[in-house]
C-alpha cells in the first residue's frame, strides 16, 4: 500500500471510467515488461496523461470544472473567470503590436474558455489577428474547443485553426497556461549522499516506485549545487527535461514576437531547497489534492510544479530574450485587471460579485497570486510590455 494514498474516501469512478484506466494499466504493465521491469517515471506519468485514448488528458475524462460533483478535478484561472483572458489580452495586444505580428498560438487550450475569451478581449480592443492556432495533444479536448469557441467568440471562431505538430518557424505571440506542469518529469531521490532515480514497477494489484542506483547527471549536479550537503535524510525531487525541451522548440520556433507561459513553480534556489525534501509532484482528482500517482491511472491528473530557471535558461539557449518574470499577481495587476473589473457595475450583484471574488482567488498571495508566475520571452521586441513593468523578478532566476 503507497503510504501516500488518501485513507478517507474519494468518490469511486463509474464502471466505464474504472475500465478505462484497467485498459491503461494493461498497456503500463506490457510497457514495464517490455522495459525489463522497470520503468523511469517519465515514461510512466506520460502514458497515465497521454497514452492514445486511454490516458487522463486523451481520455474522456472531464478534467476541468468547479465542483467533485461535476465529476471534475481541478480548476484553473481562464475556468476561474472571463477577466483571466480579458486582462491576459493586454500584454498580448502590446507584444503583436511591439513585434509587429497578428498571429497567436495557444498550446494546450483546455476547455477553449481562453482561447474565446482572448479572441473576444482583442476584437473589443480593435486589434485584428489573422489566425489563431491551437496545439492540442488531446483530440477529445480539441472537440471541446471546438464547441466552446464556436458558441462563445461568434464570427471570430473562423480564425481558429488546429495543428498537429508545431510549425518550424512562427511570428506570433505564443501563449501557455499551466501546460508546462503537465508534461512528464524524471523523479530523483539523494539517499545518504548516493542519487538514484525512482522508477516504476508492476504488482500483483497495482504498481510501486523502485529506486536505481544513477551516476549523477547534468540536471542532478545543479540539484546537489543547490541543496548542498546539509541533508542526512533522503531527498525526493524531479528534473524537467520535457518542460526544458518543450521551450527550447518554442523559443526557437518564434522568429519574431512573444510566448508567455503561466503556471505554478519557484526559481531554482527555491525550487532546490533543503527544506522541500519530498519534491512537487502532485495529484489531482475530484478537486482532492494528493500524493498517489498510481491511483486510478487515466482517470486522474499528474503534475508538478515549474523550475522556471532552467525555464529561463532553455528559452535564452535557444536565443531568445528573457521578457520578464513575476508573479502572477503582480502580471495581472501591471496588465490592468482592476480596471476590467471596473467595467463591471458594482450595484448588478449577481455579475459584479462572482467576478470580484474570482479576481481576489487570481491575485491573493494565499490563493493563485503568489504561487503562479508569468515567465515570457520575446524575439524581436524592443523593451518590455507593461506586464513586467514594476515587480519584474527576473534577478531571482
Ligand atoms: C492542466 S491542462 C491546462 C489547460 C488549459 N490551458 C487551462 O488553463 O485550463 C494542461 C494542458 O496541457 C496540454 N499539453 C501538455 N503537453 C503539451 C504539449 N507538448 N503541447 C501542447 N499541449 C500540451 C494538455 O493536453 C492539457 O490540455
Known amino acids: ?49 497521454y497514452a492514445p485514448g486511454l490516458g487522463y488528458y486523451s481520455g474522456g475524462a472531464m478534467k476541468f470544472g468547479r465542483r467533485a460533483e461535476d465529476g471534475s478535478d481541478f480548476i484553473t484561472a481562464p475556468e476561474l473567470s472571463p477577466l483571466f483572458a480579458a486582462t491576459l489580452a493586454r500584454p498580448v495586444a502590446q507584444a503583436l503590436q511591439q513585434s509587429g505580428t497578428r498571429r497567436l498560438m495557444e498550446f494546450g487550450a483546455g476547455t477553449g474558455k481562453l482561447a474565446a475569451g482572448l479572441l473576444t478581449a ?4 480593435n486589434v485584428d489577428i489573422d489566425s489563431y492556432e491551437i ?41 501557455g497556461n499551466e501546460v508546462l506542469d503537465a508534461m512528464p518529469v524524471r523523479l530523483v531521490v539523494r539517499k545518504l549522499g548516493a542519487w538514484h532515480e525512482r522508477g516504476v514497477v508492476a504488482l500483483n494489484d497495482g504498481f510501486a516506485f523502485e529506486d536505481r542506483a544513477i551516476e549523477p547527471d547534468a540536471h542532478v549536479e545543479l540539484i546537489d549545487a543547490a541543496i548542498e550537503d546539509e541533508l542526512s535524510a533522503d531527498y525526493v525531487t524531479e528534473t524537467h527535461e520535457a518542460a526544458l525541451g518543450f521551450t527550447k522548440t518554442v523559443c ?24 522541500r525534501a519530498t519534491g512537487t509532484l502532485m495529484c489531482h482528482y475530484r478537486h482532492r489534492a494528493h500524493a498517489d500517482p498510481f491511483l486510478y491511472p487515466g482517470l486522474q491528473d499528474i503534475t508538478a510544479h515549474v523550475e522556471f530557471s532552467g525555464i529561463a535558461e532553455a528559452g535564452v539557449e535557444a536565443g531568445a530574450d528573457l521578457l520578464g518574470f513575476t508573479s502572477q499577481a503582480r502580471f495581472l495587476m501591471n496588465s490592468g485587471i482592476t480596471d ?15 467576478a470580484a471574488n474570482a479576481v481576489q482567488k487570481l491575485l491573493s498571495e494565499a490563493e493563485m497570486g503568489e504561487l503562479f508566475k508569468v515567465i515570457a520571452f520575446s524575439r524581436g521586441i524592443d523593451g518590455t510590455v507593461d506586464a513586467f513593468a514594476v515587480g519584474d523578478r527576473s534577478h531571482t532566476l
Open 1 to 49: 500500500m503507497n503510504p501516500n494514498r488518501p485513507t478517507d474516501s474519494l468518490p469511486a469512478p463509474g464502471a466505464d471510467a474504472l475500465a478505462q484506466s484497467e485498459a491503461l494499466c494493461a498497456t503500463i504493465r506490457a510497457r514495464i515488461a517490455a522495459a525489463g521491469g522497470w520503468l523511469p517515471f517519465d515514461r510512466y506519468m506520460e502514458l497515465a496523461l
Open 122 to 125: 482583442l476584437a473589443e480592443m
Open 252 to 275: 526557437t520556433m518564434i522568429t519574431r514576437g512573444a510566448a508567455f507561459f503561466t503556471d505554478y513553480g519557484f526559481p531554482r534556489r527555491e525550487f532546490y531547497h533543503a527544506q
Open 340 to 354: 476590467v473589473l471596473g467595467a463591471f457595475d458594482p450595484s448588478d450583484v449577481k455579475r459584479f460579485l462572482p
Open 135 to 175: 496545439v492540442e495533444l488531446s483530440g477529445e479536448l480539441r472537440d471541446r474547443q471546438r464547441a466552446t469557441i464556436d458558441a462563445r467568440a461568434g464570427a471570430l471562431a473562423g480564425k481558429v485553426q488546429w495543428l498537429d505538430a508545431l510549425p518550424e518557424a512562427f511570428e506570433g505571440v505564443a501563449i
